[in-house]
C-alpha cells in the first residue's frame, strides 16, 4: 500500500487540561493502525510537551509536528520558538499555512528562511501551498494543498481539480508527497486519499474531535 500521511492541525485550540483525554479516546478509537500510513499531530507550542507524553504513553506510533517555526536560530528573539527547542518535541512543522501568509504575512523570502531553519534542526516541513504555483523551497519533501476557500468552510475542493494541481505541483517541484487539506471529514477523506496524486490529508476542524480524527484515519 502506498505511504499516507494524516496530519491534525489543532490551530489555537485546546488547554493542557485536554490533552490526556484526547489521547485516551484517540487509542480506543484508532484500534489498530494501518502500517502504510504516518499520524502526526500538531498542537500549539505549549502543548508540545503534554502531547508528546501522553502519545507515548497511549499512540507510541503517533508522531509530533509543531505549526510554526522561528526564522531565526536560538537566540534574542523575544517571543519566537527556535527550530532547535521545537526538535526536543517533534519530528515535523507545517510552514506556510494560509493563516499564516494571511494574518502574519509570511511571504515567501520569510517561508523559504523558516524551511531552512526546520532543515537545519532536521525538522521535516510540511509546507502548505494555496495554489499549484505557489513557490515551494527546496529540499521540501512533503506539501500540503489547501485552497483557502476549502479551510473551515465545510466546503473541500473539486477532488478532479485536487488531483490535477497535485500532479502539477509534483512535476515543478520534485516534491515526494502532496496532501489535501480543507474541510477533510471521514465522509469525503476517501474521494482524496484515492487519487493517484494525493498521499494523505491535513485535518483542522476534524480533528479537535479524537473519534473523528480516528474515523478520518479509518476512511483513508
Ligand atoms: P479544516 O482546516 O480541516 O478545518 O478545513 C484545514 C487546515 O487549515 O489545515
Known sequence: MKKQFIIANWKSHKLPSEIEDWFVNFARFIGVKN????IIVCPPFPLLD?????????????QIGAQN????PEGAYT?????????SFATHVIIGHSERR????????????????AQANMLTPVFCTLQADDPI?????IAAYEPTTAIGTGQPADPQEVEG????????NGVSYVLYGGSVAPQNVSTYTG??????????????DPQEFAQIIQHA
Do not use: M, W
Open 79 to 87: 517571543g519566537e520558538v527556535a527550530g532547535k527547542l521545537i526538535k
Open 165 to 172: 494541481i497535485a500532479r502539477s505541483i509534483k512535476a515543478k
Open 69 to 72: 517555526i522561528s526564522r531565526f
Open 102 to 117: 494571511h494574518y502574519f504575512n509570511e511571504d515567501d523570502k520569510i517561508l523559504s528562511e523558516k524551511v531552512l531553519a
Open 50 to 62: 503534554a502531547c508528546l507524553s501522553a502519545a507515548k504513553k497511549h499512540t507510541p506510533f503517533v
Open 195 to 208: 487519487l493517484p496524486s494525493i498521499d494523505g490529508v491535513l485535518v483542522g476542524g476534524a480533528s479537535l
Open 137 to 141: 523551497p527546496l529540499g521540501v519533501e
Open 35 to 38: 502500517e502504510s500510513q504516518e
